[in-house]
């Protein structure tokens, strides 16, 4: 009986080590963790043209000519608190709604790592500001570059000219002619990552900036970072428009990217400009190459 016992015991051991040891599924997204291509990680940053330092260094203070402030130095995102408040309480408004203007453009050279983009971005959404993602400027080159009205702000990341690269209009734009309905988040956790991969369909970006499609499997299908498998496939760039031709046609006008940090702002912007459904709203998730351990 006793020799029974111990023959159950070691059954039941090898079965739950197994089960430990079962590994995590490695995704193709994940196999590269380098972009070859000549993406660079930080970039001068200024505000309506004037230099704001670095987006490694946004939070260093430092004087500018935009706003009369006699008082101390001040870093971009406090800047930017200062324009909204300062419009706040001298009533300016927009006319259609009587809200105070708050949309800052933000426009970054194609080079520029989705990482330091987003590092940029939730800088100024933290100021109290709508962050924009501008159209690229569909004018003809030959023609005079549209001129964006006295109360929008610009934030560039790069030695770029926003005039001549983006159609920028006025800092109320409901209707998304000059700007993309989207917002960028970082992904908290890589078990909230398997979720989202899981849950919902998306297109994918890898650091050497190969696109996937996740094909979206429901909750019932999280069973928990050893068991999850996710649903991806790789495709070609040029079939990326049809690829989200066919995530929006049930109706659904949401479309979450996943991108890696390493992959480039044009790998991203690419997507955004293959859509051709005015009314999407994009969710830009950025998946950092590692996880800070909590």
């Known amino acids: ?70 008082s101390a130095e001040r870093n971009l995102l406090e800047y930017l608190t200062e324009i909204f408040n300062r419009r706040e309480s001298d009533g300016i408004r927009h006319e259609s709604t009587n809200e105070t203007p708050k949309g800052v453009y933000l426009i970054a050279e194609p080079e520029l790592a989705v990482g330091s983009l987003a590092s940029l971005y939730l800088a100024i959404a933290k100021s109290g500001g709508d962050v924009y993602i501008p159209k690229k400027n569909s004018t003809d080159k030959n ?61 994918e970006v ?5 696109y996937f499609i996740n094909d979206a499997q429901g909750p019932e299908s999280d069973e928990g970072p050893r068991y999850t498998k996710v649903k991806q496939r790789a495709i070609e760039s040029d079939a990326i428009k049809g690829e989200i031709a066919k995530l929006t046609a049930a109706g659904s006008n949401e479309l979450l990217i996943i991108t890696s940090d390493k992959a480039s702002y044009a790998s991203v912007v690419q997507i ?4 051709e459904n005015q009314k999407v709203k994009f969710t830009i998730l950025v998946r950092p190459q590692s996880f800070e351990k909590k």
């Not at 955004?272 to 859509?275: D, G, K, N, R, V």
């Open 1 to 70: 009986m006793k020799k029974i016992r111990y023959i159950l015991l070691f059954f039941m051991l090898v079965f739950l080590g197994c089960n430990y040891i079962s590994p995590r599924q490695i995704l193709e997204s994940e196999a590269s963790v380098e972009n070859p291509n000549r993406t660079v990680f930080d970039s001068p940053v200024f505000l309506n043209s004037e230099p704001f330092g670095m987006v490694s260094d946004l939070d260093k203070k430092r004087s500018t000519n935009l706003i009369d402030i006699a």
């Open 143 to 203: 023609s005079e570059p549209r001129r964006p009205d006295p109360l929008t702000l610009i934030v560039t990341a790069g030695k770029i000219d926003p005039l001549q690269h983006m159609n920028l209009g006025s800092s109320y734009d409901p209707n998304l002619k000059f700007r993309y309905h989207a917002s960028v988040e970082v992904a908290p956790t890589a078990e909230s990552l398997l979720s989202r991969r899981v849950w919902e369909s998306s297109i």
């Open 206 to 210: 890898s650091a050497d900036e190969r």
């Open 272 to 275: 955004l400009e293959a859509t």
